[in-house]
Nanobody
Framework: QVQLLESGGGTVNTGDSLRLSCAASGPSWGDYAMGWFRQAPGKEREFVAHITYSGATTYGTDSMRGRFTISRDNAKNTIYLQMSSLKPEDTAVYSC????WGDGLMYDYWGQGTQVTVSS
């Protein structure tokens, strides 16, 4: 079983940057693709970004693609989400998830999430 622990959230101002981390543990973690999702109060969970084992990436929206960067360090069992030019609408709980099949269609394990608050 893969266990995921997010960190790096906090309260920042509009235009600031923030880097989230997701530390993974468990057998065969390195074989998993990984994703970041977010959920704002009263809204449905939203896909943010996905990265395969080899590093191929996809993003949820053009705005995310232009401001967010997902990456992974397999040696450290960690994935990252670098966020820049943050906006109040980016406020949400951000969670990472493990994708066994690598296609981004279904995620097998989820972290607890880390809160990101962007003040205007």
């Amino acid at each position: 079983q893969v266990q995921l622990l997010e960190s790096g959230g906090g309260t920042v101002n509009t235009g600031d940057s923030l880097r989230l981390s997701c530390a993974a543990s468990g057998p065969s973690w390195g074989d998993y693709a990984m994703g970041w999702f977010r959920q704002a109060p009263g809204k449905e969970r939203e896909f943010v970004a996905h990265i395969t084992y080899s590093g191929a990436t996809t993003y949820g929206t053009d705005s995310m693609r232009g401001r967010f960067t997902i990456s992974r360090d397999n040696a450290k069992n960690t994935i990252y989400l670098q966020m820049s030019s943050l906006k109040p609408e980016d406020t949400a709980v951000y969670s990472c998830a493990a994708d066994r099949w690598g296609d981004g269609l279904m995620y097998d394990y989820w972290g607890q999430g880390t809160q990101v608050t962007v003040s205007s």
